[in-house]
């Protein structure tokens, strides 16, 4: 196991008496031996020069990595080497694209600043994402809530009640969900998302166009809530959302 604890990496400012840049930031992560840890953030988040902090190919500014319980920082040269070929089975993955992190990893960190802003199985992270850069990462490969020029493209073919139902592997099936629909005397049409494997475990965001009567589509979208989350969209783009997903840039050193 990788354990690292409020680790940090500064390198010397710009310039004549400039601050020093900190690309890693108070960093806490534990990596479980034999897993594959994809480390995701945006040019500049840090993410390379945590990696090398872990190979033991840079020396931290403060903090503690310990391998197999054995403390690395400050070891000498001769001893980072057996270090190095310790870390055995264990691969950690840097990248900004998210495609990669769901098809090979089995964990994931999201760093933005230096820091890591969110961490978890993949499943977890993707199937509930809670910081905004992640849920912008989530976003480039899992349909979410539609919102924006989609949520646009919607509203001109439907006019009627949207929702978006979160379907996971610990809750009701897709099938379910459908079936309460259609019991509660409402037509419906899946117009955008579905579902998707992850470490092999099923998870998706499905948007549904309901028709029928208002009282009916209300009882239906009650009934739906029993079992799943569930987000109704605004009948006027730009309105709010009842779970609006925000954007975050990254950007540190």
């Known amino acids: 196991m990788i354990r690292m604890r409020d680790v940090v990496k500064e390198y010397p400012g710009r310039g004549r008496g400039a601050e020093p840049i900190r690309a890693v930031d108070g960093v806490s992560l534990d ?55 310790e870390l ?23 760093m933005e600043r230096g820091r890591v802003v969110e961490h978890g199985s993949v499943y977890d992270v993707f199937s509930d994402p809670q910081h905004a850069a992640t849920r912008r990462f989530v976003s480039t490969v899992i349909p979410a809530v539609p919102e924006g020029r989609e949520l646009e493209a919607l509203r001109e073919r439907h006019t009627g009640a949207l929702i978006t139902v979160t379907v996971t592997d610990e809750g009701r ?18 117009v955008h998302g579905g579902m998707h494997e992850l470490t092999g475990r099923a998870f998706g965001h499905l948007t549904f166009a ?10 239906a979208i009650e009934s739906v809530r029993e079992i799943a989350e569930v987000v109704e969209l605004p009948a006027t783009v730009g309105a709010a959302t009842a779970a609006p997903i925000a954007d975050a840039e990254g950007g540190a050193a």
Do not use: F, W
């Not at 264990?90 to 964990?107: D, L, P, Q, S």
């Open 31 to 85: 990596i479980e031996a034999g897993s594959i840890y994809g480390v995701i953030g945006y040019s500049g988040a840090g993410k390379s020069t945590l990696v090398r902090l872990i190979n033991a190919l840079e020396p931290t500014t403060s903090g503690s990595i310990e391998i197999d319980g054995d403390e690395i920082v400050g070891l000498p040269e001769s001893k980072l080497r057996e270090v190095r070929t």
């Open 88 to 110: 055995g089975m264990t691969i950690v993955v840097i990248t900004h694209e998210m495609e990669v992190i769901k098809r090979i990893a089995t964990h994931v960190a999201v």
């Open 173 to 190: 099936a897709q099938h379910e969900v459908l079936g309460r629909l259609v019991r509660a005397g409402v037509d419906a049409q899946l």
């Open 210 to 219: 309901l028709h029928g009567e208002p009282d009916a589509e209300r009882a």
